[in-house]
C-alpha cells in the first residue's frame, strides 16, 4: 500500500459526492482571494455549492470568502470556481488547506487559476493593479506537507510560463494593468510591519499576501498548471482601514481580474 497523506480518504469522498450527477468534466479551475468574487459574472452558472455541503471540505471564516464551489460554462468550457478559500491563520493544516485543489485535481482539473488580494511592495505596483505572480517566497513553511501522496516534482516551473504569456494577451486586449512580480507567503493574519516591507523590498518581492502558495504547491506535485494573480488592494503596511478596505477595494478590482481570467480561459 502506497503512503497516504492526511486527508486522503476526505478527498476520495468528496470527489465521489461531486461526481455522483452527470456534470460536465472540468479542464479548469479557479481559486478566488478575498473579495474577488464578481469574477464569477464572467461565467454562466450551472451548479452553487455550499463547502459545508460537501462532505470533509474546510469552511471558510473570513470576510470576503462566499465559501461555495461553483460549477460554471464560458462557451464550450466548463470551469470549477472556488469562491474562497482557508488559511493557515485559521488554524487549519496545509494539508487540509490543499484538500480542495486535490479534490478538482482528481475530478480532471489540469489547469488551476489561483488568484489572492496583496499588500504591494514593489516599485511602481499600486492598489488596484493585477500582479502576474512569476515566483513565490515560502514563508508559511508549508512545502511538505502541501505535497500530495505520489507527488512527482518534475524540473519544471510553479508558475506556466505558457499561462502567463496568455494572460499578458488578455490584459493587453483588455486595457488591464498587469504588472509582474513575485510573491511572498506569510501567515498572517497580522498586516505587516513597516521593517518587513523594507525587508521583502529589499529581497525583490512584488507583493504580500496570506495564502496562495500551499495550493500552487500541491498543483505542481500533482501535474496542474497554474496562473497566479494578485489584485494589489493596498500598499504593504499602508493599510488603513484594515480587512474590510482590502475587500472593497478587491471587489472594484474584480472586474479587470475578471476580463484577463476570461481571456484566458477563452484562450485555451
Known sequence: MGLRRPYDREVEEASAWLARDSAPRARFAIVLGSGLGEVRAAFRILRSIGYADIPGFPVSTVAGHRGRLLLGRRGAKTVWIMDGRVHRYEGHSFARITLPVRVLARLGVRTMIITNSAGGVGPGIE???????????????????ALPAGSRIARRPYYSP???????????????????GTLLATTGPTYETRAEVGFARRIGVGAVSMSTVPEVTACRGLGVDVLGISVITNLAAGHAGGHEKVIDLAARASKNLGRVIAGVIDAL
Open 127 to 145: 492598489p488596484g493593479d493585477l500582479m502576474l505572480i512569476e515566483d513565490h517566497l515560502d514563508m508559511l513553511w508549508g512545502g511538505l506537507e
Open 162 to 180: 505558457e499561462l502567463m504569456r496568455l494572460a499578458e494577451d488578455a490584459a493587453r486586449r483588455g486595457k488591464v494593468r498587469l504588472k509582474k
